[in-house]
């Protein structure tokens, strides 16, 4: 990963939560005003939803569909696929 500027303070960083350096992240966590700066991922349940807005059919093969819809949602299909799974083995518990 390429070194980045907070959104904060403009310092350099390697990995930015947030986009924050670890100085600023953990002031906004600890100030409760982490919510203030966007999420860099999404969670399983927020892409199944949109799986299933852009025309999920788990009647149909699943590889090929997750294939094509991943580029619409941002993502690349292993981490599309990897969220399919997490759900599966969520609804299977």
Not at 57 to 66: N, T
Request: aromatic residues 6%; positive net charge; charged residues 30%.
């Amino acid at each position: 990963m390429s070194a980045q500027k907070c959104v904060r303070c403009a310092k350099v960083a390697t990995r930015l939560p947030r986009g924050l350096c670890k100085g600023c992240y953990n002031r906004a966590r600890y100030r409760g005003t982490l919510g203030d700066y966007e999420r860099k991922t999404r969670t399983v349940a927020e892409t199944i939803e949109e799986l299933t807005h852009l025309g999920l059919d788990e009647r149909l093969p699943i590889a090929p569909q997750l294939r094509a819809l991943a580029p619409q949602l941002g993502m690349t299909y292993r981490g599309v696929e990897r969220a399919w799974n997490r759900h599966r083995k969520q609804q299977a518990a």
